[in-house]
């Protein structure tokens, strides 16, 4: 699993509420994603990292932040959570071409 | 930007059929194919890549992809499937000096039926 941890899990949150998802690492990989999966969307990319403190957006980085202090943790933020943002989020890590990306195993975000 | 299509959603089969996932890209300069396979309320777990050399590619679980670059293709197959194989598949393109993103298809749901 590469030592990637997401947290939380799950989460139900109210609309207009901030939210926050943390993925950890162990292993100080450089390049950090996180991706959302819907039906019918696949995965697609909300913003990455590629050291510490360097982000930039992906194709959906509306309404999402990201923050990255430290090589192992990559913060994603909703501001101000909507009923659009109710997917599955995923962290992954990237070794580099050859190897591809390792995933985390998801957080279920529901927001009521 | 890259794009990948995946040009069917749901593919069901019987249990030791072959089957074929089919994935198209748009075309790079340089572009490294992988295929991802999710298990039910899983993470994704890496199938098999393609990086350059040999167009024929194995991976796990007896799956095997052939990469074609004159039909911009990267289809999945599996001689013989079985009930365990029943999961979302997910064909991904990375693209050179890409920051190593990976563009995803939106997803092959492959049913296998007893």
């Known amino acids: 699993d590469a030592g990637i941890t997401q947290s939380p899990r799950h989460k139900v949150t109210e609309t207009g509420t901030p939210v926050t998802l943390r993925c950890h690492q162990t292993?100080?990989?450089?390049?950090m994603y996180w991706y959302r999966q819907d039906p019918g969307h696949g995965l697609r990319l909300i913003h990455y990292s590629y050291g510490v403190k360097d982000t930039d957006k992906g194709e959906v980085s509306d309404g999402y932040s990201v923050s990255r202090s430290k090589t192992e943790d990559f913060l994603l933020t909703l501001e101000s959570a909507t009923s659009s943002q109710t997917s599955v989020y995923f962290c992954?890590?990237?070794?580099?071409?050859?190897?591809?990306?390792?995933f985390g195993q998801g957080t279920r975000l529901t927001v009521v | 930007a890259q794009s990948v299509t995946q040009l069917d959603s749901q593919v069901p089969v019987f249990e030791e059929a072959p089957v074929e996932l089919r994935c198209n890209y748009s075309s790079s300069v340089s572009v490294y194919l992988f295929w991802y396979v999710q298990y039910p309320n899983q993470g994704l777990q890496l199938l098999l890549k393609?990086?350059?050399?040999?167009?024929l590619v194995k991976g796990i679980n007896g799956f095997e992809a052939e990469f074609n670059k004159s039909q911009t293709s990267f289809h999945l197959r599996k001689p013989s499937v079985h009930i365990s194989d029943t999961a979302e598949y997910f064909c991904a393109a990375m693209s050179g000096g890409s920051n190593y993103k990976l563009t995803f298809g939106k997803g092959t749901l492959l049913t296998v039926n007893p």
């Open positions: 292993e100080n990989h450089r390049y």
């Open positions: 393609y990086l350059s050399g040999s167009t």
């Open positions: 992954a890590i990237s070794v580099g071409a050859g190897v591809g990306a390792f």
